[in-house]
């Protein structure tokens, strides 16, 4: 069984910065890739960002040069740093591995950004 377990959500104001975190428990080998994805009320969940375990990285358009995804692989920990956010980036943020075949989410963390 594999649990992931966030860490970091919570409410800021339209310019300010975030850090969300995520630990990957359990028993496996590897993570191939490690990501985050976000949900807001009435819409889709999309991707925000994913990093490989061979070191590539990922981003949806909407958050280029403003998040920034790293990797921890001793630690099977994912980071996602928000800066610059804007109210539009206020949802639920789930953290996301793919073991082999196996997909598993986090329980997620609100994020709220005030305008």
């Known amino acids: 069984q594999v649990q992931l377990v966030e860490s970091g959500g919570g409410l800021v104001q339209a310019g300010g910065s975030l850090r969300l975190s995520c630990a990957a428990s359990?028993?496996?080998?590897?993570?191939?890739?490690m990501g985050w994805y976000r949900q807001a009320p009435g819409k889709q969940r999309e991707l925000v960002a994913t990093?490989?375990?061979?070191?590539?990285?990922n981003y949806a358009d909407s958050v280029k040069g403003r998040f920034t995804i790293s990797r921890d692989n001793a630690k099977n920990t994912v980071y996602l740093q928000m800066n610059s956010l804007k109210p539009e980036d206020t949802a639920v943020y789930y953290c996301?591995?793919?073991?082999?075949?196996?997909?598993?989410w986090g329980q997620g963390a609100q994020v709220t950004v005030s305008s």
């Open positions: 996301n591995a793919q073991i082999l075949q196996y997909v598993y």
């Open positions: 359990g028993t496996f080998l590897a993570i191939n890739v």
């Open positions: 990093f490989t375990r061979g070191g590539i990285t």
